[in-house]
């Protein structure tokens, strides 16, 4: 009688317990989803490229990086750092499983046809450079040539063949080193996403997968990198926007400019680095982009819509890719980390520009600074045990995580595949039979099914 009482007594304590967690996550969800879309409603600006619609002289003297780091900035800084702390607890929970299933789902076809729908857009995109006859990658990059437009013509020639792949990466090179040597590398340090894209499809006839992975990892980093570098633009030229501003009041809601400036900066560069961070992270980041940079086509228009129709595409990209291992790293680590990254980069810029330029007020302090603050996140990360890094719960999947928790012992990728090759080799051990028990099979082996996943 009185075992049967203790039994209910904890079935009912344990159930308390599950209600409470789910209160909890689901009010975390609801501040996340009000926070993110208050700041989509406000930060729209963040999307517009300023050096399409205004003109801008990339020679002109940045504001010091100190006069950066006001209350505003602070505050809003502040925000998404709680809001990037949120996302990554989020990702370690039975409720950030469901939505990466929910995305591995609803993006599975999309997902195996991501190749296909890069070379599409990129066709697309090359062909309407060619066909304007006056820009080299985007709007603001003006030049005319016949050989350039020879190249913008041949690209786009170039993605029906899977043979001809690399030699369309080659010519998307080419017109980035064309654009150096025209309008300088620091100003074209806003488009490294097109060195990314030029390097993924040189590598698209590779057998390797460690290769062909790379190449969506690599496209996803300068995507990242082509939203952070103009996103300190923001920071530093804040009279770059105004004009903007007062043609499009719309975005402001009413807000003062300065204010909605700084907020659109924290957003841009805020989701960039999310870009860098944990799956499930960088997949809601993407969403949030793509979101964003439909919703600027509404007030900026077509030249907008077709100058980031590249871009749009990779988030979609990245949206659809689950590879990765969730929660692999602290939640605290992301905000920690981020909150001197962002700081670093603006000095970074700001020396930079001084240094490239040659400006009156040329230091290099602000860019040692920079340099500095960066290299210290990556002593502090590579020198953190893993114990530190990694909470007991991390993840490399759910099964895995459920081991983990009981005790069992967990097998490395490298043991998985050596096993699973093994079984198949055995009588009865193939794919025509149940796996044993405690043995991994190949659908667990992460380079699974890597021929179709990219396109091979």
Known sequence: MRTDRAARRERGGLALGVRRVRSNITQSMLIIGWSIFGLILTSTTATAHVKWFVNCNPVDDPIPATEVFTKTFFLFSSLFLALLYVGCKLEQTSLGETVSQFLDRVTATLHRRSDDLLRSVAAVSFALLWADGRLILTPELKVSSIWLSAIQLLVPMYMFWRATLPAAGVGILVLYDYGIAI???????????????????????????????????????????????????????????????????????????????????????????????????????????????????????????????????????VLANPDGAPGRCRPILAPLVASVALPALIFLYTGGHALYYGSENASGIPFVIGAALLASILLCLSGLPRSVRCGPAAKIGSRQCRQARRGAPLMSSSVKADKSSFDASRPGGGSGGPPRSGVATTAEHPEHGVRERFGV
Do not use: C
């Open 183 to 317: 309008y300088g590398l620091f100003h074209m340090l806003d488009y490294p996403v097109f060195i990314g894209l030029g390097v993924f499809f040189a590598l698209s006839v590779s057998q390797n997968p460690k290769l062909q992975a790379f190449r969506f990892d690599l496209l996803r980093w300068t995507a990242a990198a082509s939203l952070l570098w103009p996103s300190m633009e923001k920071f530093v030229y804040p009279g770059w926007v105004a004009p903007i501003a007062i043609t499009h009041p719309e975005i402001t809601l009413g807000f003062d400019v300065a204010l909605v400036v700084t907020a659109a900066g924290v957003v841009e560069s805020g989701l960039a680095f999310a870009l860098f961070w944990t799956p499930l992270v960088r997949r809601l980041a993407a969403l949030v982009f793509i979101l964003l940079l439909i919703a600027a086509t509404f007030d900026f228009g077509k030249v907008d819509g077709i100058g980031h129709l590249m871009i749009i595409t990779i988030f979609l990209v």
